[in-house]
């Protein structure tokens, strides 16, 4: 008679039984519960994300269309963008940092549970406030990037500036929070035996990309602090009647937007090396070399950000010196491309749902990774830049590249995570349906680009003759829409079925696999030792085997981070700072000097609080 | 099962092929979109042109062997779960040097012509040049022709064969200027300046458009090249320089200020036009419902730091409300009438113009050619 | 270095905290960083004044400004702000070791300097509003502001990060065993006074 992975932790679980209900997940602190409240919620921003891009699509389907106000529409595509960078693409992949890098390297937790827990409210909070917006009608509306002059109080009097810059400090904090958590944890919590250069190639780029956050998100945020001061306090930083040089914030802005691009490529490069290795049943092609790529990529991604500019008349020697880096960059991007290949070359390969995705990550990447190196040419640029083609561009980059991945490691994990193994069959599907509307919808944006259209144009005129294309892209996305539909009900279906998934489904090479499906809340019934690279493989080589179905364990005498609702209550401090700060031309000072109060308070209990020591500290001082 | 899936995957893979190939069919013929960046007509947006070239065959042959090469290795190691285990190769330096150098030589290769072309298109040109300053605002697009003394918003006369230095800014924020057929674009700024220039090769009206996201109505800040002969231009500036030169009056009218009555009644209106009763009714109507604050009719000695775009030659211009909207009669009073309806957030108000008073604006403004 | 059955094993034999602030630090110096950038471009942009070494007469009024940095007061605060970097390190010293009274002793002197500066601070602020120099005034104002205004707003959380660790000490939870937390802010206090070694000759010095 079969038991449920589920039946047999509840069996052994005893007094370790983890709690259920509300109240249990307001304060975990368990990484994969937290894991799983990022990939929920991201899930859902991705799909308000998709919806405002089919609503695009709607009005853009016909020419001199009235489907959506011209202040609609630019709400749209900019919530559009910034939902899908900072509350869709970073969200998902910290959902995968959450729950995979602890089990990657053999730890029960990350380094600060309650900071973990923090992020996410902070982040949740923070998309919460983001989109209310559309609630005042006031969503922001001058672009995801925001470019001054435009953001000056006189050219957008309304709110949707502030909705956006509160918006982003809020999600900042978040992402600072998170990149130094996960980096003390990679450094500090790998098991024993686990060298830097034998940690999965998962970890190494989540990690690289812990090290981009916190170097890139400090700039946005004096970017950011700069423009309030111009709007609230009456600076000229970017207003040029008052000496300000509205060029200086697209200098600031793409210090941080270039290497922030970085952040949401690194962590999808990183599933795809765990995904093909394990469908071509043989190692990473190359460790070595997609190490130091990646670092390389993330080194010389601090390097680039003019490029964002080449149309600015910035000069001949600044057009050059970006340039050569921008192609520079092409060079370790090529080299994991290549890798890559060489990791499925001579292998036996799986085709299951994960492999798909990835194999088509690879094949959309190269796309979007060739037109990068046309935009790398200034003069070229000067025709592409702020086209549809370089819509095409990062769309084949950022959903062709990030998104796939990011499917494929939703396909890859999900029995680790959930203990439920998705649909094989819709999961082809959904493929399909995907693939070819991807490609539907963006493929064409090249043509029509260098035909002439620009980019954030609520409509264009007949006679130019865009309509044709635009029809296809609009055809394209609603194939995407149907496709992540299929997906939802994989997912529903799924999820009402037997929770029955292995440990180890697809012959693992990693330790989260060494485990059941999904874990126990201490993960690991020992922590385990180390010898090499792909250490469950090697463990099964020597056992002549697939491993037997482990057993939870009981979880006696293994210490886990109690529960707290203290990152919740600092959280919601931290995010009444500033949404106190937008509405203080209103409430005066008094509602920051609140928010500030309810973060100090939350902060002191939550330093104060008993029962955390023991998980920071070396040579514990004991329980206190 | 393993050869079903091997043709499935076969059968699926050619379909973004094949829309791919369907596309590059439709997108292959440039001559179909007016306002396309891939039929160069002048020196400057050649060099970029060719540079795009060079870079594009560069990335479509590597397209080729890569994908190809993907595609390769998709179908020829696919294996069956009970499979023996492959080869557990980890590297091969060799190969993996091979493969980082050849990319750094093709980007080399790349490289050569892109700074090359990146000199050219930050030179300062030489010879007899035409000088135009362009001014960006929200959203409409003013043209000063300095030599001439003379200014035009929206449609930009230039001679072919002639090279045509722009400098550029802005009023307001940041705007991009870009007429395709003839350079790449050049962000505009307030309080800085920018430059750009070509020579146009032939003749013709050619569409451009602002491509950076300005404000509610940055997708109706359009502009058009008018290229003409060398003599077509000569006159044409010429004739404008006619347009509002101030009569003598009885009492003389300070420096700069549009009288109404002179504009109207110098040399470039017709004859014909002055008699016509619909015009006398405009010309009233154009001062008492305030038009004259934000529109001048004078294009040489045109009070400048106006909000709407001047007017002398409105009447004949191919399109109104900043290159997009065709200068039909109907579609002038319409406009008139209601601008917030075509161009929702323009900065010119509805002036509450009833149908039969903006019959007669329309008259006056079409004689102002 | 006993190992004790529930002691934590970290990688590096580091404290996860301490790794933590020594992190939390290299992003920070990201964010000054870029505020010093962005005084070192906006500063010299200033349309009118007054400015930081220049007399300046407005052409409109006639109103003569004199140049606004005024170094003693400056020069002293900086003074003090690294010696207490040197008493931190005392209390530090005095903490490891268990001595309760050297502790209480430099960690309170530590404090005295810190909330001099952060006074000094005030006062200048408001002395040079009075002279003329506001945010809104130009673009060395604004930048001079801002970037020494989030200086002194890290200063104060030291402060009163420090003054916590003082309360702590008072009530004998500072032993010897929790040197760490006071090491944590030590860390915490040094940079925030490197990174005014960088401001003030910046702002103060380099003409």
Same mark, same amino acid.
């Given at each position: 008679m079969?038991?449920t992975?589920l039946?047999q932790?509840?069996?052994h679980?005893?007094?370790?039984?983890?709690?259920?209900?509300?109240w249990?997940?307001l304060?975990t602190?368990?990484?994969?519960?937290?894991?799983?409240l990022?990939g929920?919620t991201a899930?859902?921003?991705?799909?308000?994300?998709g919806?405002?891009?089919?609503?695009?699509r709607?009005?853009l389907?016909?020419?001199d269309?009235?489907?959506?106000?011209p202040e609609?529409?630019n709400?749209?595509?900019?919530m559009h963008g910034?939902?899908?960078?900072f509350?869709a693409?970073?969200?998902l992949?910290a959902?995968f940092f959450?729950?995979?890098?602890?089990l990657?390297?053999?730890a029960?937790?990350?380094?600060?549970p309650?900071?973990?827990?923090f992020s996410y409210?902070?982040?949740?909070?923070?998309?919460?406030?983001l989109?209310?917006?559309?609630?005042f009608?006031?969503a922001?509306d001058q672009?995801?990037?925001g470019?001054?002059?435009?953001t000056?109080?006189q050219?957008s009097?309304g709110h949707?500036?502030?909705?956006w810059?509160m918006?982003l400090?809020?999600?900042?904090?978040?992402?600072?929070a998170?990149?130094?958590?996960?980096?003390?944890?990679?450094?500090?919590m790998?098991t024993?035996?686990?060298?830097?250069?034998?940690?999965p190639m998962f970890v190494?780029?989540?990690?690289i990309t812990?090290?981009?956050i916190?170097?890139a998100?400090?700039v946005i945020?004096?970017?950011?602090i700069l423009?309030?001061f111009d709007?609230?306090?009456g600076?000229?930083f970017f207003?040029?009647?008052?000496g300000?040089?509205?060029?200086?914030?697209?200098h600031?802005?793409?210090?941080?937007?270039?290497?922030?691009?970085y952040i949401?490529?690194?962590?999808?490069f990183g599933i795809?090396?765990?995904i093909?290795?394990?469908f071509?049943r043989?190692?990473?092609?190359?460790y070595?070399a997609?190490?130091f790529?990646?670092?390389?990529?993330?080194?010389?991604?601090?390097?680039?950000w003019?490029?964002h500019?080449?149309t600015?008349g910035?000069?001949?020697?600044a057009d050059?010196f970006?340039?050569?880096?921008t192609?520079?960059?092409a060079?370790?991007?090529?080299?994991?491309?290549f890798n890559?290949m060489?990791t499925m070359?001579?292998?036996?390969?799986?085709y299951?749902?994960?492999m798909?995705f990835a194999?088509?990550f690879?094949a959309?990447?190269?796309?979007g990774g060739l037109?990068?190196?046309?935009?790398a040419?200034p003069?070229?640029d000067l025709?592409?830049?702020d086209?549809?083609?370089?819509?095409a561009?990062?769309?084949y980059?950022?959903?062709?590249g990030s998104?796939?991945a990011?499917t494929?490691?939703?396909?890859?994990w999900?029995?680790k995570m959930?203990?439920r193994?998705?649909d094989?069959?819709?999961?082809k599907?959904h493929f399909?349906?995907?693939?070819i509307?991807f490609?539907?919808?963006?493929f064409p944006m090249?043509?029509?680009?260098?035909?002439?259209?620009?980019r954030?144009?609520?409509t264009?005129?007949k006679e130019?003759n865009?309509?044709?294309l635009?029809?296809l892209e609009?055809?394209?996305s609603?194939i995407?829409g149907?496709?992540?539909l299929?997906f939802?009900?994989?997912?529903?279906?799924t999820?009402?079925?037997?929770?029955?998934a292995?440990?180890d489904?697809?012959?693992g090479?990693?330790?989260?696999w060494?485990?059941?499906?999904p874990?126990?809340?201490w993960?690991?019934?020992?922590t385990?030792?180390v010898h090499g690279?792909?250490?469950?493989?090697?463990l099964?080589?020597?056992r002549g085997?697939?491993?037997p179905?482990?057993?939870?364990?009981?979880?006696?005498g293994i210490h886990i981070?109690?529960p707290s609702?203290?990152p919740?209550?600092s959280?919601?401090?931290v995010?009444?700072?500033?949404?106190?700060?937008?509405m203080?031309?209103?409430?005066?000072p008094?509602?920051i000097?609140?928010a500030i109060?309810?973060?100090?308070?939350g902060i002191y209990?939550?330093l104060?609080?008993k029962g955390?020591s023991?998980f920071?500290t070396p040579?514990?001082?004991?329980h206190? | 099962m393993h050869?079903?899936?091997?043709?499935?995957?076969l059968?699926?893979?050619?379909v973004?092929?094949?829309?791919?190939l369907v596309l590059?069919?439709a997108?292959?013929s440039?001559e179909?979109?007016?306002?396309?960046?891939?039929?160069?007509?002048?020196d400057f947006?050649r060099?970029?042109?060719h540079v795009?070239?060079?870079?594009?065959?560069?990335?479509?042959g590597v397209?080729?062997?890569v994908?190809g090469?993907?595609?390769?290795?998709?179908f020829?190691?696919?294996g069956?779960p009970d499979?023996p285990?492959p080869?557990?190769?980890?590297?091969n330096t060799l190969?993996?040097?091979i493969?980082t150098?050849?990319?750094?030589?093709i980007l080399?290769a790349?490289?050569v012509?892109t700074?090359?072309g990146?000199?050219?298109?930050n030179?300062?040109?030489e010879?007899?040049?035409?000088?135009?300053?362009?001014v960006?605002h929200q959203?409409?697009?003013?043209?000063?022709?300095?030599?001439y003394g003379?200014v035009?918003?929206?449609e930009?006369?230039i001679?072919a064969?002639r090279?045509?230095?722009?400098k550029?800014?802005?009023?307001d924020v940041?705007h991009s200027?870009?007429p395709?057929r003839?350079?790449g674009?050049?962000?505009v700024?307030?309080?800085?300046?920018?430059r750009?220039?070509f020579?146009?090769?032939s003749?013709g009206l050619?569409p451009g458009?602002c491509?950076e996201?300005?404000?509610?109505q940055?997708a109706?800040?359009?502009?058009h090249?008018r290229?003409e002969?060398?003599?077509?231009f000569e006159?044409?500036a010429?004739?404008?320089?006619t347009?509002g030169a101030p009569?003598p009056a009885?009492?003389p009218?300070?420096?700069g200020?549009?009288?109404?009555r002179?504009?109207s009644?110098?040399?470039?209106v017709?004859?014909?036009?002055q008699?016509?009763?619909l015009?006398?009714q405009?010309?009233?109507l154009?001062?008492n419902?305030?038009?004259?604050?934000c529109h001048s009719l004078?294009?040489k000695?045109?009070?400048?730091a106006?909000i709407?775009?001047?007017l002398?030659?409105v009447g004949?211009?191919?399109?109104i409300?900043a290159g997009?909207?065709?200068n039909?009669d109907?579609?002038?009073?319409a406009w008139i009438?209601?601008?917030?309806a075509?161009?929702?957030?323009v900065l010119?108000?509805?002036?509450?113009?009833?149908?039969?008073?903006a019959?007669?604006?329309r008259?006056?403004l079409r004689a102002?050619? | 270095m006993?190992?004790h059955?529930?002691?934590?094993?970290?990688?590096?034999?580091?404290?996860?905290?301490?790794?933590?602030i020594w992190t939390?630090i290299?992003?920070?110096?990201?964010?000054f960083?870029?505020?010093?950038?962005n005084?070192?471009?906006?500063?010299?942009?200033?349309? *009118?004044?007054? =400015?930081? +070494?220049? &007399?300046? $007469?407005?052409?409109?009024?006639?109103q003569v400004?004199?140049?606004?940095?005024e170094?003693?007061l400056?020069?002293?605060g900086?003074?003090?702000?690294l010696f207490s970097s040197?008493?931190i390190?005392?209390?530090?010293?005095?903490?490891?070791?268990?001595n309760r009274?050297?502790?209480?002793?430099?960690l309170?002197a530590t404090i005295?300097c810190?909330?001099?500066?952060?006074?000094?601070q *005030?006062?200048e =602020?408001? +002395?040079? &509003?009075? $002279?003329?120099?506001?945010?809104?005034r130009?673009l060395?104002?604004?930048?001079?502001?801002?970037l020494?205004g989030?200086?002194?707003?890290h200063v104060?959380?030291?402060v009163?990060?420090l003054?916590?660790?003082?309360?702590?000490?008072?009530r004998g939870?500072?032993p010897?065993e929790r040197?760490l937390?006071?090491e944590?802010a030590?860390?915490?206090?040094?940079?925030v006074?490197v990174v005014?070694i960088i401001?003030f000759p910046? &702002?103060?010095?380099?003409r």
């Open positions: 079969a038991t992975v039946d932790q509840r069996a679980a005893g007094a370790h039984a983890q709690k259920t209900g509300l249990s997940w304060t602190v368990d990484h994969k519960r937290i894991g799983i990022y929920t899930f859902f921003f991705f799909l308000l994300g919806l405002e891009a089919l609503l695009i709607i009005q389907a016909r020419a269309n009235n489907f959506l106000s609609t529409y709400q749209l595509f900019t910034t939902s899908m960078i509350l693409i970073m969200p992949s959902m959450n729950f995979m890098i602890p990657m390297i053999g029960r937790d990350v380094a600060f309650r900071l973990n827990a409210w902070v982040f949740l909070l923070g998309g919460l406030f989109n209310a917006s559309f609630l009608g006031a922001p672009g995801w990037y470019y001054a002059n435009l000056s109080r050219f009097p949707n500036v502030d909705f810059n918006g400090q809020i999600l900042g904090v978040a992402s600072l998170a990149g130094v958590n996960f980096f003390v944890t990679v450094i500090n790998r024993r035996g686990m060298t830097m250069m034998r940690m190494w780029m989540s990690f812990q090290i981009l916190l170097l998100f400090p945020t004096v970017a950011l423009l309030i709007r609230f306090f600076t000229h207003v040029p009647a008052g300000g040089d509205p060029l200086l914030w697209q600031f802005f793409w210090v941080f937007g270039h290497p922030e691009v949401l490529v690194l962590p999808a795809i090396s765990e093909l290795p394990v071509s043989k190692p990473l092609f190359g070595a997609m190490v790529s990646g670092a390389f990529i993330a080194f010389l991604g601090f390097g680039v003019s490029h500019m080449f600015t910035m000069g001949p020697i050059t970006f340039s050569l880096t192609m520079l960059i060079i370790p991007t090529g080299v994991k491309i890559w060489g070359w001579g292998g036996s390969i799986q299951r749902t994960p798909y194999v088509a690879i959309m990447f190269i796309i037109s990068g190196v046309m935009h040419s003069p070229a025709q592409q830049n086209t549809y083609f370089i819509v561009h990062f769309h980059v950022l959903f062709g998104i796939f990011l494929a490691g939703a396909y890859y999900w029995p959930f203990g193994l998705l094989e069959k819709l999961g599907v399909w349906l995907m693939l509307g490609n539907l919808t963006f090249h043509l029509v680009g260098l035909h002439g259209m620009p954030r144009t609520y264009y005129p130019l865009f309509e044709s635009n029809q609009t055809l394209g609603f995407l149907l496709g992540f299929v939802l009900f994989n997912i529903l279906k999820t009402r079925g037997p929770r029955n292995p440990a489904p697809w012959n090479a990693t330790l989260e060494a485990i059941p499906s874990p126990p809340e993960n690991f019934a020992e385990p030792v690279r792909d250490p469950l493989w090697e099964k080589r020597q085997g697939r491993l179905e482990p057993s939870p364990g009981t979880g006696a981070p109690p609702y203290w919740l209550v959280a919601i401090g995010t009444g700072i500033f949404v106190a700060l937008m203080s031309p209103k409430w005066g008094w509602g000097i609140v109060s309810l973060t100090f308070f209990n939550w104060f609080e955390y023991e920071t040579q514990g001082g004991g206190h | 050869s079903r899936n091997a043709a499935a995957r059968r699926a893979e050619l973004p092929c094949l829309c791919l590059a069919v997108g292959c440039p179909r979109y007016p306002q396309t960046a891939l039929l160069p007509l002048s947006a060099i970029g042109d795009q070239d060079q870079t594009f065959y560069w990335a479509l397209f080729v062997l994908e090469a993907l595609l390769y290795a998709i020829r190691f696919r069956r499979d285990e080869r557990q190769i980890h590297g190969v993996e040097i493969w150098v050849i990319p750094a030589l080399a790349i490289a012509p700074v090359k990146i000199f050219q298109v030179g300062t040109p010879g007899n040049l035409l000088e135009v300053e362009v960006g959203w409409w697009w003013e043209f000063r022709y300095p030599q003379i035009t918003a929206n930009l006369v001679p064969g090279t045509v230095h722009f550029e800014n802005s009023v940041i200027w870009w395709p003839f350079a674009k050049r962000d700024f307030p309080g800085r300046e920018t750009i220039w020579k146009a090769d003749t050619y458009q491509a996201f300005c404000g509610i940055h109706r800040m359009a502009f090249v290229s002969t060398p003599e077509a006159a044409w010429a004739h404008m320089q347009l009569k009885a009492a009218a300070p420096a200020t549009d009288s109404l002179t504009a009644s110098g040399a470039n017709q004859q014909e036009s008699a016509d009763p015009f006398a405009g010309e009233t154009f001062r419902k305030g038009c004259i604050g004078q294009a000695g045109a009070p400048t106006l709407g775009p001047n002398a030659n004949s211009r191919a399109y409300a997009w909207l065709k039909t109907e579609n002038l009073e009438q209601n601008p917030q075509l161009k929702k957030g010119m108000p509805n002036l509450g113009v009833k149908p039969d008073e019959k007669a604006l008259a006056y102002h050619k | 006993s190992d059955a529930h002691a934590l094993d970290t990688t590096t034999g580091l404290d996860h905290r301490k790794l933590a939390f290299g992003s920070e110096c990201l964010f960083a870029t505020l010093i950038s005084y070192l471009v906006q500063s010299k942009k200033s349309l *009118v004044g007054p =400015f930081p +070494h220049e &007399v300046w $007469k407005d052409p409109a009024t006639g400004f004199e140049p606004i940095i170094i003693p400056v020069t002293f900086t003074a003090l702000l040197l008493f390190v005392l209390a530090l010293y005095g903490a490891q070791r268990g009274k050297m502790l209480i002793g430099w309170g005295l810190g909330m001099f500066f952060v006074g000094m *005030v006062y =602020f408001t +002395h040079f &509003v009075h $002279k003329g120099l506001t945010l809104q130009n060395f104002g604004a930048s001079f502001f801002v020494t989030f200086h002194g707003t104060t959380i030291g009163i990060w003054v916590t660790m003082f309360i702590l000490a008072i939870q500072l010897k040197a937390n006071l944590i030590a860390l915490y206090w040094h940079f006074d005014w401001i910046v &702002v103060y010095l380099i």
